[in-house]
């Protein structure tokens, strides 16, 4: 029996569907939603208010709806490692998924393709868009084939290709010269090539942005909600080739991102180096955590994120998902049997989480 009422007019497509998020449960440690978890800076925090403040003055009028600011602000940080940038090259919304939602509705015209595991909002959109979604499975080491795609992109002449590097939930990266590869296999294809680089600022991996001059078919997602520990502020972005952001522009609501959150945003940008002082100890606790992983006999898979995903438990991942709760630690289950997702924490929820899944595993 359906769970939803006959009078109902819910697409047919939907009707099986679950709401997507996190677990959301208090008192615990969090360790499940990939977060920063360090909080901003009382200096940034200060600087934020007062913008805030400054803008509510004229909240009565519309935020400047393509956020011209904003981008400039975007465009300059990306230039730091990228030349030939400008506010033509990025696009920003509420979020990267709204990014992603925005593109599926622009350039969804067939068939979209992406791999398994990976980031399971994508073809969640493309089923709430009604796009045809097609995934490919990674390899037994949770690598891209790139033979396989090829042959896939020969078969489907997909609209959209999504990937995701580092990868969630695995944390895998994609080699800069395999991306590059990729990207000329949609060379005269009526094709997108999307890279999902919500965790780039955590890897040391070359970003794909360095294609899109000589492959304007390669579009970069970014957040600025990991790295910058913006995650509450809601603010996504885009870079590529001017065309690809002009078609977005044809399908974003109206002011679609509010003046409260153009004015934080600039503020998170002009202080970029602080707000991403955090990274180097979050790599190093990385690693830290890694080590400890396998020196209880589990396996880690070599991550450039601010997560790990390991297995090599006895049990299921549901029995030690909730093993790790009664501990008062929550960790991800993402639905891939025998392995869990745990986000880098600060020291003592990193070393709480060893001691814990040292006890449980005995």
């Known amino acids: 029996m359906s769970k939803w009422p006959d009078w109902l007019p819910l697409?047919?497509?939907?009707?099986?569907?679950?709401?997507?998020?996190?677990?959301?449960?208090?008192?615990?440690?969090?360790?499940?939603?990939?977060?920063n978890p360090f909080p901003l800076p009382a200096q940034v925090v200060d600087q934020i208010s007062e913008a805030v403040r400054q803008t509510a003055v004229d909240l009565n009028r519309y935020p400047d709806r393509d956020a011209i600011a904003l981008r400039t602000a975007l465009a300059k940080y990306i230039s730091k490692d990228v030349n030939g940038i400008s506010i033509d090259n990025i696009w920003a919304a509420n979020g990267s998924n709204e990014i992603l939602q925005q593109l599926f509705l622009a350039y969804a015209s067939g068939v979209c393709l992406g791999?398994?595991?990976?980031?399971?909002?994508?073809?969640?959109?493309?089923?709430?868009?009604?796009?045809?979604?097609?995934?490919?499975?990674?390899?037994?080491?949770?690598?891209?084939?790139?033979?396989?795609?090829?042959?896939?992109?020969?078969?489907e002449n997909p609209s959209l290709i999504f990937i995701t590097t580092p990868n969630n939930p695995t944390g895998g990266v994609v080699k800069y010269e395999l991306l590059e590869k990729i990207a000329s296999l949609v060379v005269g294809r009526k094709t997108l090539l999307v890279i999902d680089e919500a965790y780039a600022e955590f890897s040391t991996e070359k970003s794909a942005v360095n294609l899109i001059s000589k492959y304007p078919q390669v579009v970069v997602v970014r957040t600025m909600s990991k790295a910058f520990a913006f995650a509450g502020a809601r603010l996504g972005y885009l870079v590529a080739d001017k065309t690809v952001v002009d078609g977005l522009k044809v399908v974003r609501l109206p002011y679609h991102l509010s003046s409260l959150t153009q004015a934080a945003a600039l503020v998170a940008l002009e202080n970029a180096k602080i707000m991403q002082s955090e990274?180097?100890?979050?790599?190093?606790?990385?690693?830290?955590?890694?080590?400890?992983?396998?020196?209880?006999?589990?396996?880690?898979?070599?991550?450039?994120?601010?997560?790990?995903?390991?297995?090599?438990?006895?049990?299921?991942?549901e029995q030690l998902w909730q093993q790790l709760l009664d501990q008062q630690l929550l960790v991800r289950d993402v639905g891939y049997a025998g392995y869990l997702r745990v986000s880098i924490g600060t020291e003592s929820e990193n070393q709480k989480f060893l001691q814990s899944i040292k006890l449980i595993l005995g």
């Open 11 to 35: 697409k047919a497509a939907l009707t099986d569907s679950s709401v997507y998020g996190a677990p959301q449960i208090s008192n615990v440690v969090m360790l499940n939603t990939n977060e």
């Open 115 to 155: 791999f398994t595991p990976s980031y399971s909002v994508h073809p969640l959109i493309a089923k709430i868009t009604g796009a045809n979604w097609v995934a490919a499975a990674l390899d037994n080491n949770f690598n891209l084939n790139i033979d396989l795609l090829a042959s896939l992109i020969n078969k």
């Open 279 to 317: 990274i180097t100890e979050i790599v190093k606790s990385r690693q830290v955590v890694k080590d400890g992983l396998e020196k209880l006999g589990l396996k880690v898979i070599d991550s450039g994120a601010n997560f790990l995903f390991f297995t090599g438990f006895k049990g299921s991942s």
